[in-house]
């Protein structure tokens, strides 16, 4: 064995003894394993602070909504119920429901729909095709009740409603009486001047007949807060501006007024100036004042 050449033998002085039992024992290996940190969790502590987090947003947005008026309150409320922003109040009333109203043009076109279906029910509808317009105007559904040479609502010269004027106008009456739209009613003579009775002139009798039509339907549908306004414009404001003495200029306007609270508000306080300025006048000289409302 090459081992004993190198005098590894017996009489070397050596132990081969010891050669063999250190030849034979294999060496002690020892592996060490550096601590590792516990599995990868992923995402999920990352959701569960969002969610946190957007909780809190919301906390945040109530608190700050408790504080708030209740225009803005109505505002936030009715982005969240239409996000495009065409609702702006909740109807509510004798006949209203609680739901939010859409009051775009769209809905107004609706509404104009529904009285038209609504009229074309009554008797004799083919002898008021060309007495009855409703158009959507800047301001809302504007309803046109035109007289004819002979009078087709109102008695001639006259502040009374004939039985059709009556019919027509409880029909109106109880089909927006549903909505929570307010609604103001005027009324228009031509510029044929008055006769037969002193003082009172187009300007009393256009006054007159938007009253008589507030007062029948007020009775036949309307809610009492419902009417904003009732104006007499004689004949101020022509339909046929070309032919002053068209039978079609002497007529009621009946309009349903889209809701906004900002005119709702400036309408109020416009309220409040003309009742100041009232007072101021008849701090004053006093003055004849015009029959119209």
């Known amino acids: 064995m090459p081992w004993r050449e190198r005098g590894a033998g017996p009489g070397s002085g050596g132990s081969g003894r010891g050669i063999d039992s250190a030849m034979a024992t294999p060496p002690i290996i020892i592996i060490k394993k550096k601590g590792s940190h516990a599995a990868h969790h992923g995402g999920a502590w990352k959701v569960a602070y969002a969610d946190f987090v957007t909780a809190l947003m919301a906390l945040f947005i109530v608190l700050w909504l408790l504080n708030t008026s209740i225009k803005v309150q109505e505002a936030v409320g009715g982005y969240f119920r239409d996000p495009s922003g065409s609702a702006r109040r909740t109807g509510t009333g004798v006949a209203g429901s609680g739901e939010n109203l859409l009051l775009n043009k769209q809905d107004m076109a609706k509404l104009k729909t529904e009285l038209q279906s609504s009229i074309q029910k009554m008797a004799d509808l083919d002898k008021l095709k060309s007495n009855i317009e409703m158009t959507v105007t800047a301001e809302g559904l504007r309803i046109e009740l035109l007289e004819s040479e002979k009078g087709t609502f109102f008695d001639s010269g006259s502040s009374s409603l004939n039985q059709t004027g009556q019919e027509m106008l409880e029909l109106l009456a109880a089909e927006l009486g549903k909505v929570p739209n307010r609604v103001s009613v005027e009324g228009h003579t031509d510029s044929k001047p008055f006769t037969g009775k002193g003082s009172y002139s187009n300007w009393e009798l256009s006054s007159d007949r938007a009253n008589a039509a507030r007062r029948l339907m007020q009775e036949s549908g309307l809610r009492s807060d419902q009417v904003s306004q009732v104006r007499g ?56 004042p015009e029959k119209h409302e």
């Open 233 to 288: 414009f004689a004949d101020q404001r022509l339909r046929n501006a070309k032919d002053s003495l068209d039978p079609s200029n002497r007529r009621v306007s009946i309009i349903v007024q889209y809701i906004n609270v900002d005119l709702d508000e400036a309408g109020a306080s416009g309220k409040d100036a003309t009742a100041s300025g009232e007072r101021k006048l008849s701090a004053g000289k006093r003055t004849e």
